[in-house]
């Protein structure tokens, strides 16, 4: 779960970019600045119920918080934090969990697309886990993901992207990472991709305030980071946590909510929320209560990644179940049109 309630030196180390002072508006490109599209009243594809996809468990016994899909490879990556009593290479004790929140240490996981281990990694003081990117190249696969643990929360107040290596552990001033602060003073910054149309979304606050800006991916990773549109992340005010995005084309899609339990019973069909946002007005133009596998329990929301392989781009949905400490995740697919 990304608790994150809505509201309140690398390998080429020098910090990328000194980041950007944003307003409280949205800023929005001229070319886009028009009126929001009307509320959409059909979508079909993406109302419907999400088919399977993948079920499987991660190296710990705690929640999946995000993934991301290398479908040339067939590899699913997925990052939760670590779980109380592991002792990493270099450190003395083993740690409870409560202060590898505090810390932002998170674990990597590579499946198989049949749910088999295929190698993990170990990220020390980088985040919660909010969000991950991926660019797949020939050669491998580039990972982005928050960085930069703040140490009265464990969320990052930066970004960084590294080369998977299996049993690798990176510390947050590992010299193989690429990193930059975009929004300087800013935290909980979750990045996802779209390689496709080369963008980047990121999803930060600053002074509590949750909020997306959009930038072309190229321009980001050349440190350059004036973003093409900023603004409020949509459904804040539900207080409901934020627990993934995606991004394709003109729009992002988000998930919000919480696992069954007090207040969110089981009978209700669960509060999870997805969302539809025009990037070029940053305004919702299709949400809905999720229903897809209602069954399940604790049934967390947990991470959205976009699939474009097989010619129709698909949304992909993740949930956890099963019992605490021994959580399982289950993955759901469906059109985007």
Known sequence: MVNDMQGSRPGRRAVCGLGVTVTAAAVVPAQWARAAPATSRKLPALSAAGRPFLAGRLRHTTVLQSFAVDERRGHLYALQV???????????????HPERVRNGDLCLNRLTLDGATAGHMYLKGFGHGGSIG???????????????????????????????????????????????????????NFPALDVTHRQLLLRYKRDGIPRFALYGLDRFRARRHLPVTDFAQPGADLGLPFQGMALHGNYAYQLLGSAYGT??????????????IDLRTGRVVWQQLERTAPGLSPREPEGLAVLRG????????????????GRGFRLYDKALS
């Open 82 to 96: 670590v779980a109380g009593g592991v002792r990493l290479a270099g450190e003395e004790t083993a740690l409870p």
């Open 134 to 188: 991926l660019e797949e190249s020939a050669d491998g696969v580039t990972l982005w993901t928050e960085w930069d643990a703040n140490p009265s929360s464990g969320y990052g107040r930066g970004v960084c992207r590294f080369r998977f290596t299996d049993g690798r552990v990176l510390e947050r001033d590992s010299g193989e990472l690429d990193t930059c602060h975009p929004v300087m003073g800013s935290t909980s």
């Open 263 to 276: 207040g969110n019973p089981a009978s209700s069909g669960g509060n999870t929320r997805l969302y539809r």
């Open 310 to 325: 097989g010619g129709t781009p698909r949304l992909c949905l993740g949930f956890a179940e099963g019992p605490a400490g």
